[in-house]
């Protein structure tokens, strides 16, 4: 039970690059949520799916895409990726269980 | 929408004494309020919650009271150990839309 997984790790980008973060959860939770955290900022939301088939923008979506391509997984796409777009992104699967993360610097 | 506004931002305590972090929240149908530890460079995991149909809840040295009239809820963790050097999110949440508003932090360092 590996709860929630996200890949890659790390990236480096140049700005206007595309990359597309991958998340999946193995609890069967209907909910999966993308944040962003910055610096004195906390976490922010970005997209969420409140069940296999919707998603929703949260306090920050511009820049960002999402896909929930079945219950078990929700990837976040970046189409031209902006310095402001450095940051860390967590997926978080129900309102209680976060992934690792993936730390994203864009050049 | 919601706000969520955190107090204090940094928390400094002797080890063995108490810390309390408070929350306000603007939104009177919130209804769900989760607080978080994140450890430097780890994700946040989720520690106690609380619903709205309950005042206090305790987990051993943590306890969160919840004060719906004032909307505001607290966080107290007795006796810190080192260990509890951490960063606190509080939350709060109408749980039928299913979207958590986050607190901006307190950094607690609790010193030997």
């Known amino acids: 039970n590996a709860g929630v997984t996200q890949t890659p790790k790390f990236q480096v980008l140049k700005t206007g690059q595309s990359m597309t973060l991958q998340c999946a959860q193995d609890m069967n939770h209907n909910s999966m949520y993308w944040y962003r955290q910055d610096p004195g900022m906390g976490l922010r939301l970005i997209y969420y799916s409140a069940s296999e088939g919707t998603t929703d923008k949260g306090e920050v979506p511009n820049g960002y895409n999402v896909s929930r391509l079945n219950k078990r997984e929700f990837s976040l796409r970046l189409e031209s990726a902006a310095p402001s777009q450095t940051s860390v992104y967590f997926c978080?699967?129900?309102?209680?269980?976060f992934g690792p993360g993936t730390r994203l610097l864009v050049l | 929408g919601e706000n969520v506004e955190q107090h204090p931002s940094t928390l400094s305590v002797q080890e063995g004494d108490s810390a309390v972090i408070k929350c306000t929240y603007s939104?009177?149908?919130?209804?769900?309020f989760p607080w978080y530890k994140q450890e430097l460079g780890k994700r946040p995991q989720l520690i106690i919650d609380i619903r709205s149909n309950v005042g206090e809840k305790k987990d051993q040295r943590i306890a969160v009271t919840l004060n719906k009239t004032a909307k505001h809820f607290s966080l107290h963790i007795t006796e810190t150990q080192p260990e509890d050097s951490a960063v606190y999110f509080c939350a709060a949440s109408i749980e039928r839309y299913s979207t958590l508003t986050f607190g901006k932090g307190t950094m607690l360092l609790v010193s030997p």
């Open positions: 978080a699967s129900s309102l209680k269980y």
């Open positions: 939104d009177s149908a919130s209804n769900y």
